[in-house]
């Protein structure tokens, strides 16, 4: 799978994030129940989404991977043939049984098997419960008729409520080193106070700053690894 790389330059470049607020000196020295300060602070928690909101529009909004095709697409070329990672179908054992074996049935550019294992479904809140069933369920009806559900064990599930598309569904192969979605980290989320009375900002306006700022990136790894249906049924 390495070797198909070698064709194609495929950068992600880091981009600097920081959300900063200030508050007055007085709305923190009299906050009589102490309710002020601690929102401030949480913002250095809350700022963990961060990496999971960069990542997940990304994801949505098909940007183009390292072959110059959109992440997913029905026309990424493996030795001069059209490959697709991009469906429609609506979520059930039978579509997630079907883009397995579409995943696994890639190739490599010399035509050797990639040996791919999809076993993650990763769908929004909305496709929760179908997902359960598809993962856990011993028996499925169809029709009417009790059958055995041949995804059971095939698959875990993940629910994202980053994800905004409640049609959309993809399944992933996370078990190699390069995964399907990058997230890089250039410079770790630091969370910074400025309320010291030696800090400029109190002494000459009597107000304190708090602010997280980092230097990151999110970008597609192969496409290979994920595969995405729109849930529209056309």
Same mark, same amino acid.
């Given at each position: 799978m390495l070797n198909d790389l070698k064709a194609f330059t495929y950068s992600i470049t880091k981009k600097d994030w920081e959300v900063t607020v200030e508050v007055s000196r007085d709305d923190i020295e009299y906050d009589q129940i102490g309710l002020v300060k601690p929102r401030v602070q949480q913002m250095a928690v809350e700022s963990e989404t961060h990496y999971d909101e960069m990542l997940f529009e990304l994801i949505e909004s098909n940007a183009v991977c390292y072959d110059g095709r959109a992440m997913f697409a029905i026309d990424h070329n493996i030795g001069g043939v059209a490959y697709s990672n991009l469906?429609?179908?609506v979520l059930s054992t039978a579509s997630a049984l079907a883009a397995r074996t579409q995943m696994k049935s890639l190739v490599s550019d010399g035509g050797k098997s990639l040996k791919l294992k999809p076993t993650l479904l990763m769908v929004p809140p909305e496709l929760e419960v179908e997902a359960k069933r598809i993962c856990t369920n011993e &028996?499925?009806?169809v029709g009417g008729v009790e059958v055995e559900n041949d995804a059971k064990g095939l698959f875990d599930y993940i629910v994202i409520d980053d994800l905004t598309d409640a049609n959309a569904w993809y399944l992933l192969d996370v078990s190699k080193p390069? &995964?399907?979605f990058i997230v890089q980290k250039n410079k770790p989320i630091e969370f910074v106070a400025m309320d010291s009375v030696t800090d400029e900002?109190?002494?000459?306006? &009597?107000?304190?700053?708090y602010g997280v700022d980092s230097q990151d990136n999110a970008g597609f790894g192969l496409w290979q690894l994920a595969y995405k249906s729109t849930g529209t049924g056309a």
């Amino acid at each position: 799978m390495l070797n198909d790389l070698k064709a194609f330059t495929y950068s992600i470049t880091k981009k600097d994030w920081e959300v900063t607020v200030e508050v007055s000196r007085d709305d923190i020295e009299y906050d009589q129940i102490g309710l002020v300060k601690p929102r401030v602070q949480q913002m250095a928690v809350e700022s963990e989404t961060h990496y999971d909101e960069m990542l997940f529009e990304l994801i949505e909004s098909n940007a183009v991977c390292y072959d110059g095709r959109a992440m997913f697409a029905i026309d990424h070329n493996i030795g001069g043939v059209a490959y697709s990672n991009l469906g429609s179908a609506v979520l059930s054992t039978a579509s997630a049984l079907a883009a397995r074996t579409q995943m696994k049935s890639l190739v490599s550019d010399g035509g050797k098997s990639l040996k791919l294992k999809p076993t993650l479904l990763m769908v929004p809140p909305e496709l929760e419960v179908e997902a359960k069933r598809i993962c856990t369920n011993e &028996k499925l009806v169809v029709g009417g008729v009790e059958v055995e559900n041949d995804a059971k064990g095939l698959f875990d599930y993940i629910v994202i409520d980053d994800l905004t598309d409640a049609n959309a569904w993809y399944l992933l192969d996370v078990s190699k080193p390069i &995964k399907p979605f990058i997230v890089q980290k250039n410079k770790p989320i630091e969370f910074v106070a400025m309320d010291s009375v030696t800090d400029e900002n109190v002494f000459m306006r &009597k107000s304190y700053r708090y602010g997280v700022d980092s230097q990151d990136n999110a970008g597609f790894g192969l496409w290979q690894l994920a595969y995405k249906s729109t849930g529209t049924g056309a």
